[in-house]
């Protein structure tokens, strides 16, 4: 349970059963909504149970700040790291690129590991969403569909993907301009399916930096200017972007869209679409789960 420290600290008890049976965890920077069902019946203490696992698990990265603001090529996994720490470590260092760190998959590890620890009780159908890196868990029958924003910030998805069983997609994940974390390209919106939010979530944030191009009207700064504590120190980020040509918008996704292949050629995602100034581009493999609204 969660001790009467944490409730003092954040004035409210972090983790709330909302009307629909969604469980929401509202704990420091994560805010994770967990769904939770058996052939169709909410398994609201579960989702519970998976809520608490969270905060663990948050607080076992606090633990380990320091190695996950390391280069993930330069990292070995050792006994003592927690199961989270290991899971970004791994999927990180799959992507053989020399300047991500773990935190690149924070969010879509965290969900996988709630995600996990749920379906391995007998849930059917869990999607776990931690700011919009998703971890989805389907048992034979199940389907799970998933809007897709063009934009991070905007209201309303522009696409929606159908996903079952039988695709082998367990995760969901988007990078871009306006999230929670820095990107040093200039898409919208980079969102990736693959096996594992894990995998989902590294993988956006290498395909979202490879839409990076030269332009006056693109605005960076180092990293650290805007956040002291960031592991990506002297990296160079995008602030806001401009009016772009059509040209340009183009080298830019053909850019991402490129790299997305590569790792698509690897075997670490099923695919990805990326959009920039109201275009968007994705891998062939989307074509028959992917509609637009």
Request: proline letters at 3%; a negative charge.
């Amino acid at each position: 349970m969660l001790s009467e420290l944490t409730r003092r600290t954040y004035g409210h008890d972090p983790i709330q059963i909302l009307s629909n049976g969604t469980v929401l965890v509202d704990y420091g920077p994560m805010y994770m909504l967990i769904s939770a069902f058996e052939n169709g019946k909410s398994l609201i203490h579960l989702a519970e149970e998976g809520a608490h696992l969270a905060i663990q698990g948050l607080e076992d990265l606090a633990k380990f700040l320091s190695v996950l603001k390391k280069k993930s090529q330069e990292l070995e996994i050792e006994g003592e790291f927690p199961d989270v720490v290991r899971r970004m470590i791994e999927a990180t260092k799959k992507m053989e690129e020399p300047d991500l760190t773990p935190l690149a998959a924070v969010a879509g590890t965290t969900s996988d590991v709630v995600a996990d620890f749920i379906f391995s009780k007998g849930g059917t159908k869990i999607i776990v969403d931690n700011g919009g890196d998703i971890a989805i868990r389907l048992r034979e029958g199940e389907v799970a569909r998933v809007g897709v924003k063009t934009e991070i910030d905007a209201r309303h998805p522009t696409f929606l993907i159908s996903i079952d069983s039988s695709m082998g997609i367990g995760g969901v994940a988007t990078s871009g301009l306006g999230g929670r974390s820095f990107t040093k390209g200039i898409a919208s919106a980079a969102t990736v399916l693959s096996e594992t939010a894990s995998l989902a979530d590294a993988a956006a944030t290498v395909i979202g930096n490879f839409t990076n191009i030269e332009d006056p009207s693109i605005m960076k700064s180092l990293a650290e200017k805007i956040y002291p504590d960031t592991d990506i120190a002297g990296e160079w980020v995008t602030i806001k972007v401009g009016k772009l040509s059509q040209e340009k918008i183009g080298e830019a996704l053909d850019n991402g869209l490129s790299k997305a292949h590569s790792i698509c050629q690897k075997g670490l995602i099923k695919g990805a679409l990326i959009a920039l100034k109201e275009k968007a581009v994705w891998t062939e493999s989307l074509n028959s789960c992917l509609m637009r609204l």
